[in-house]
């Protein structure tokens, strides 16, 4: 994808530490978009050491579901330890301003890495057995046609 649009990263910022993703429980990051964008690809900095896994995704911009699916053989990338889940058929943009939110199961467990809300600004969610987090992530998309 040509010139990327950020709807929301808060991949700058880091912890320096990674927390125990159970398998079956799902977190859900909320967030206010930064752009007008129609959705193209998520990362979030997580992973199981370079060993596949699954992860259910749901996208949704005020609370309307936008995007679904069940991803299998996900791996992080070395140059970050992000996974990238591409976003496909997205029809309608996202809109600056406009509350989004997306949640994530996994399986088997794998880890995430926590940011926490005065660096990010940006919503906590719950993740089961440490309370409420952020998640390192990127959310980009492309130009409205």
Not at 16 to 24: E, I, M
Request: glycine share 10%.
């Amino acid at each position: 994808m040509t010139n990327p649009k950020t709807i929301e990263s808060t991949m700058s910022l880091s912890s320096g530490r990674s927390f125990y993703f159970k398998a079956g429980s799902t977190f859900a990051q909320s967030f206010v978009s930064q752009s007008d964008s129609i959705p193209t690809e998520l990362g979030v900095r997580m992973g199981n050491n370079q060993n596949p896994y699954s992860l259910n995704l749901k996208l949704y911009c005020h609370d309307k579901l936008i995007f679904e699916h069940q991803f299998t053989g996900c791996r992080q990338r070395t140059s970050d330890w992000a996974t990238v889940f591409p976003l496909g058929n997205i029809p309608d943009p996202i809109k600056k301003g406009d509350p989004v939110r997306f949640e994530m199961t996994p399986s088997p467990g794998i880890g995430i890495e926590p940011i926490y809300t005065n660096q990010s600004g940006i919503e906590q969610g719950l993740l089961q057995g440490y309370g409420k987090m952020a998640c390192r992530f990127y959310l980009d998309g492309r130009a409205i046609p």
